[in-house]
């Protein structure tokens, strides 16, 4: 999906379901079913993966469709049909494949030094509100962070460059470099 879909909190249809981006302040009922399934993936979302992963993981598949499409109870004609389940499966990852894409990375799920609050705390300082956040899709939410991340980045290394600058040029050429900084 683009950034534009996750940025709307678009939708998708499959048969007349309308399945939707799991949001942040879901993410606790949802990580409960969605987890698991996602590490015993190990990004790969082919076919014979799928199928694998739905015969040990049926009951997390059927509560992460529910959780995330418009109905509460799954019609009995998709309940019944494992593969329009996984087809329903399918649907639910594209639409939210950027929980789905996570990288593995048993050493920060040990770390206690970095939580939820510390992501928060960033995108609140870039000028986001703590319950616009919460409202955001999950693949939103990612994007965002990396946005804020290599603005962060872009920053730092302007100021770098100002300060090796400043420190490397006479006067003159100093006050030439920042007037053509105010002029761009």
Known sequence: ?????????????YEEIEVRQVLV??????AQFAEPVRLKLKLDFSSE????????????????????????ILKPDILNNKNKLIELFKVVIDVNYAYFIQEINN?????????WFDSFQYLISKGHRHSDILNYSF?????????????????????????RVSYHADKNAYSKYVDNMKKA
């Open 49 to 72: 993966n799928l199928l694998e992963v739905f015969k040990d993981f049926k009951f997390q598949i059927l509560m992460i469709c529910s959780l995330t499409s418009d109905v509460t």
């Open 107 to 115: 050493k920060n799920l040990s770390s206690k030094n970095h939580t």
């Open 25 to 30: 302040n879901e993410l606790d009922q949802w």
């Open 1 to 13: 999906m683009n950034d534009f879909f996750l940025a709307l909190n678009s939708t998708s249809k």
């Open 139 to 163: 693949g939103a939410f990612s994007e965002y962070l990396k946005a804020a991340q290599r603005n962060e980045r872009n920053s730092l290394l302007t100021m770098g460059n100002a300060m």
